[in-house]
């Protein structure tokens, strides 16, 4: 375990996201497992994140409305940041937080949709994100593979406390997963022992062609779609219920294609209010309702529900995360 790590430095400004934008709908994932590497409170978020060998924290607060939005983002560092550093930073937040994302199309379309109808009542205003690195979110999909959230969760703390950094800033104490090159340099009998199971060969040879540069999330962007999906099948491991899954976190949208087991109980009951619905019949009421929005489409629906539940608790979802 590396020690801790202290940012003192900090700069401040204001941004201004694409009107309509909701600040906590789209910076926090009540979905997600719980894990070190960010903290959210209403309003506030912080999270730590690498540019160009940089380590960063990263706090933003929303002092503005859904329809005149604000957010102050504070930058916390080692040293000081050159201009042309940070422009760079806030073009790459830009992205990742959807700032500038125009999904007037998506909520034009399908205001009069009998479930979006209520959702957009709730989630107005609601970006997806992509707030961690491909490579960060591949780590932690492959944590996510055939395991119960409290397995994952398991698991993801024991590699952090092993292998990631632990960072200081703004009073917060929060983790950063590890660089590809770490995990190159471990055996995968020796990650074995950390319990993950087969996920050790795939964390290393991934990592591997990461560091050898067989694939770059800057240029991914830059990609036209049927490119994107070449190079991302490429990586060990990805097929294409994966591949989905990665093309929204690159902003790439289409059809969906795949529904996992977990997605399908899920599905079954927002679209069916059955317990189990085949995944062909799911993908085929998605497209047939959605189109080509349906992965956005598909991403809220479950945002939502999630929120529902962390407002008020929903027995049969309860029993599916079995945390």
């Not at 409290?150 to 200081?168: E, H």
């Amino acid at each position: 375990m590396t020690k801790l790590l202290v940012l003192t430095k900090k700069k401040s400004l204001i941004l201004e996201p694409k009107a309509p934008y909701n600040f906590d709908k789209t910076v926090h994932d009540p979905s997600h497992f719980p894990a070190p590497i960010e903290i959210w409170d209403h309003g506030r978020f912080w999270k730590t994140t690498r540019l160009k060998n940089k380590i960063l924290g990263i706090k933003l607060e929303s002092i503005g409305t859904i329809d005149s939005p604000k957010i102050k983002i504070t930058i916390y560092s080692v040293s000081k940041l050159s201009k042309n550093f940070i422009k760079d930073l806030i073009e790459d937040l830009n992205f990742r937080y959807g700032f500038n994302e125009d999904l007037s199309e998506f909520y034009e379309k399908f205001k009069s949709d009998s479930l979006f109808k209520l959702i957009f009542k709730r989630m107005r205003g609601a970006h997806s994100r992509s707030l961690k690195s491909l490579y960060e979110i591949i780590m932690i999909s492959i944590v996510l593979q055939n395991a119960t959230v409290k397995r994952t969760v398991q698991m993801m703390n024991t590699l952090l406390g092993k292998y990631g950094q632990k960072i200081k800033f703004d009073n917060k104490e929060i983790y950063l997963i590890w660089k590809p090159q770490k995990l190159t340099k471990i055996s995968e009998q020796r990650l074995r022992k950390l319990k993950v199971g087969y996920r050790a060969k795939m964390f290393i040879k991934i990592s591997k062609q990461f560091v050898m540069g067989e694939v770059d999330e800057y240029k991914l962007r830059e990609m036209p779609i049927e490119q994107v999906k070449k190079e991302l099948l490429k990586l060990y491991g990805i097929g294409p219920a994966s591949l989905d899954s990665l093309l929204g976190i690159l902003r790439k949208y289409q059809p969906i294609r795949t529904i996992s087991p977990w997605e399908q109980k899920i599905y079954s009951r927002l679209l069916f209010n059955k317990k189990l619905v085949s995944p062909n019949k799911i993908l085929e009421e998605l497209k047939r309702r959605y189109g080509k929005w349906s992965i956005f489409a598909g991403y809220l629906l479950f945002e939502d529900l999630f929120w529902k539940h962390k407002e008020k608790p929903i027995s049969w979802l309860e029993k599916e995360i079995r945390l």
